[in-house]
């Protein structure tokens, strides 16, 4: 899978170098060559979520091998479309959007599946790979897109990247996932959908991340929607020498990656973060004022090696800050941020540096670079132990009486939401720290399932505490109950460590009783 998907990403910045340079000798203007990183980032903000939560509930087998075969047929048209003199700017831009709408379907799945194929403890190792993957690509594939694009055209270029989604398809094809067990019926799709989107609000350590992966990407992208207006306009540089500073960075990529692993054992996620966002706000300094390739390609590597740095911080962090039942429509939110924010973030450089000049809207990147590390003040990362986030299988399903229909319904089992109210009653001069600990709770049981949640004091009795939440469905409230991480579990057994031993903990589940007036 690693390798297929290495031909695939060469495949891919061979097809970034020949549409970046095409749009360049096309138009000439800052604001369209930015738009090329636009158009193919867009789709992850419009798609890439409801693609990770249908990721989450179907074969993802065949799920990758429709998204692939989509990409290879738009990259196929695309070059078809070149070597026929038919692009026009917008033409470009509609077909890189295309390709990029299939990436945005695929990307949730697939960066998920990899760290899944490996041990919990190699885990922060194989998604770094997956960086490494990408900018190991970045090494190679815009120099041999730039040499094909230098003796052929930009359709030769953008037909070969088609058949390099024939190994992805071919390795997925031959893959065998394991089953995934369970006996609930599948969830619906917008059910699902506000199932992660409660997951990631309700997460302060997730919340946190993509806040600054946003902060970081949008000054981050003047690099990679500008370069192409800095190798030809200040260096005088063709495809060719484009696509060696684009190998450049790949370079540097890769020996960061390298590093990577002694780095983790000797800072903190802040620390490398920091580093990484430092370190590109000198190079884009430097790419605003250099003259002489030579320097801007020293740069670059340096360049290759932060963002590598930056990116595996904030990859790893984030996929292993989450449950496997929320893998990839939990990952479609980052993508949604760092894609979106890439897209955002070019446009704005784009019109900026058509405005303002090249040089001046490097400067301000590379502030907004340098400054981005001061958000650790307020948001600092949380990491968390992967075992946290085991499932805790000693939660029994809860019991359901069935009998009659309920009025107002055909089934025994209402489809309207669920009540659940749980009664404790507090150790004696207790009352306050079980009322403070179950205020922790709130989050856990928005994350599980639950659409709101209160908690509420006996006014005659104060020891007497009433947490109640509202679950969308029965059906619902039982995956609730397998989503309890062993975090959560902990918890929730701390909270019964302040409740009067002799007085059990009552947990009572009230069903819709008719349709809402």
């Known amino acids: 899978m690693w390798s297929a998907q290495f031909v695939s990403n060469t495949g891919s910045w061979m097809q970034t170098v020949a549409a970046q340079w095409l749009m360049l000798t096309l138009t000439g203007s800052a604001t369209y060559v930015a738009l090329v990183q636009t158009a193919a980032g867009l789709p992850v903000v419009l798609f890439a979520i409801v693609a990770g939560t249908i990721g989450d509930l179907v074969n993802r087998q065949r799920f990758l091998l429709v998204n692939q075969a989509f990409m290879l047929i738009a990259a196929a048209v695309l070059g078809a479309l070149a070597i026929a003199g038919l692009v026009t700017p917008w033409v470009l831009l509609a077909l890189l959007f295309v390709v990029g709408t299939g990436q945005a379907l695929t990307s949730p799945t697939w960066q998920t599946l990899q760290p899944e194929l490996v041990s919990p403890a190699e885990r922060t190792q194989a998604i770094s790979l997956g960086a490494v993957n990408q900018n190991l690509a970045r090494a190679v594939g815009p120099a041999i897109g730039g040499v094909i694009l230098a003796a052929t055209s930009a359709g030769s270029v953008f037909l070969i990247n088609a058949i390099t989604f024939a190994a992805v398809i071919a390795v997925i094809a031959a893959w065998r996932p394991a089953p995934v067990p369970g006996a609930l019926p599948r969830e619906h799709v917008g059910e699902a959908v506000r199932a992660g989107g409660r997951y990631i609000a309700a997460s302060p350590v997730l919340r946190v991340i993509l806040a600054r992966t946003g902060l970081f990407i949008i000054f981050a992208s003047a690099i990679w929607a500008l370069l192409p207006l800095t190798a030809r306009s200040v260096l005088h540089l063709g495809s060719g020498g484009y696509g060696l500073l684009l190998g450049s960075v790949g370079v540097g990529a890769v020996a960061g990656a390298a590093a990577l692993p002694w780095l983790r054992s000797r800072l903190s996620p802040d620390a490398m973060l920091a580093a990484g966002s430092v370190g590109l706000a000198v190079v884009t300094l430097l790419l605003a004022y250099a003259r002489v390739t ?17 990116l595996s911080t904030l990859n790893s962090l984030y996929q292993l800050s989450l449950p496997r039942w929320i893998k990839a429509r939990g990952m479609s939110y980052y993508l949604v941020v760092f894609q979106g924010g890439n897209a955002i973030g070019s446009a704005i450089m784009g019109l900026a540096a058509e405005h303002l000049g090249l040089s001046p809207t490097l400067t301000v990147a590379a502030a907004g670079l340098a400054l981005g590390p001061l958000a650790a003040l307020a948001w600092r990362f949380r990491p968390l132990p992967p075992e946290d986030l085991l499932p805790a299988s000693d939660w029994p399903a809860p019991h359901l009486e069935t009998g009659p229909a309920l009025p107002g319904h055909a089934s025994p089992v209402p489809a309207g939401p669920v ?34 949640w209160r908690i509420w004091r006996d006014a005659s009795e104060p020891t007497r505490i009433l947490e109640q939440f509202i679950v969308a469905s029965w059906d619902e409230h039982l995956r609730q109950h397998e989503r309890v991480t062993k975090r959560d579990q902990d918890r929730l057994d701390a909270i019964r460590q302040l409740t009067d031993p002799s007085r059990s903990v009552t947990v009572t589940h009230w069903l819709a009783a008719g349709p809402a007036k």
């Open 294 to 310: 030579a320097v801007a390609a020293v740069a670059l590597v340096a360049g290759g090696a932060c963002w590598i740095l930056a």
């Open 419 to 452: 009540l659940v109210s749980v009664e404790y009653w507090a150790r004696r001069g207790q009352d306050d720290e079980l009322m403070t600990a179950l205020q922790r709770t709130k989050f856990a049981r928005r994350r599980t399932g639950a659409t709101s």
